[in-house]
T-cell receptor, first 111, second 119 residues
Framework: AQKITQTQPGMFVQEKEAVTLDCTYDTSDQSYGLFWYKQPSSGEMIFLIYQGSYDEQNATEGRYSLNFQKARKSANLVISASQLGDSAMYFCAIRQYQLIWGAGTKLIIKP | DGGITQSPKYLFRKEGQNVTLSCEQNLNHDAMYWYRQDPGQGLRLIYYSQIVNDFQKGDIAEGYSVSREKKESFPLTVTSAQKNPTAFYLC??????????????????FGEGSRLTVL
């Protein structure tokens, strides 16, 4: 069975600093996808970034990048130059047919 | 604008009552999903549907029912059989690839959620 672990329940980061949110996964599949979503206090889930298991390069989307270490089964999200609007819950998920979600990390950006 | 609309945003229910949460999408997506979110936990899949008039149970389907009579609509009924229904419910949709799986980008589009409280 697939499993996602986010070990950081909460994080405080100073504005403009970079932040790394941890995500490890467990799967026996060779083909899978990894996702990060952001959930602000309004409740909706916002797609941030995707990494395929066969992608050789780390995915990047603007200030977001995914540090994909396949041998370690790790898919950490890196946010560069954090902003106050980045304060939210962040969820990592793995996909085969359906998405399996981690418990999330609450990120608070301090001014 | 294209998107997913959930209603109501807040709902209160007395014990023993059934309630129905609405989910409508105008993205022309094949697949629709219902998730439940509890504090400190990730999303858990209740039901999903890949095509009209067909749906499958997710991990926590007991006490819930759905229908998919139209491509655009996927309502969720929380029945009195659901012992702990107080939660935040999220509806989502996605395109599907050739093999019926979420496409390579895998992007799910979510509604803003419905918060159900049992009094």
């Amino acid at each position: 069975a697939q499993k996602i672990t986010q070990t950081q329940p909460g994080m405080f980061v100073q504005e403009k600093e970079a932040v790394t949110l941890d995500c490890t996964y467990d799967t026996s599949d060779q083909s899978y996808g990894l996702f990060w979503y952001k959930q602000p206090s309004s409740g909706e889930m916002i797609f941030l970034i995707y990494q395929g298991s066969y992608d050789e390069q780390n995915a990047t989307e603007g200030r977001y990048s995914l540090n994909f270490q396949k041998a370690r089964k790790s898919a950490n999200l890196v946010i560069s130059a954090s902003q106050l609007g980045d304060s939210a819950m962040y969820f990592c998920a793995i996909r085969q047919y359906q998405l399996i979600w981690g418990a999330g990390t609450k990120l608070i950006i301090k001014p | 604008d294209g998107g997913i609309t959930q209603s109501p945003k807040y709902l209160f229910r007395k014990e023993g009552q059934n309630v129905t949460l609405s989910c409508e999408q105008n993205l022309n997506h094949d697949a629709m999903y219902w998730y439940r979110q509890d504090p400190g936990q990730g999303l858990r899949l209740i039901y999903y549907s890949q095509i009209v008039n067909d749906f499958q149970k997710g991990d926590i389907a007991e006490g819930y029912s759905v229908s998919r009579e139209k491509k655009e609509s996927f309502p969720l009924t929380v029945t009195s059989a659901q012992k702990n229904p107080t939660a935040f419910y999220l509806c989502a949709s996605s395109n599907l690839g050739d093999r019926g799986r979420i496409t390579n980008t895998g992007e799910l589009f979510f509604g803003e959620g419905s918060r159900l409280t049992v009094l």
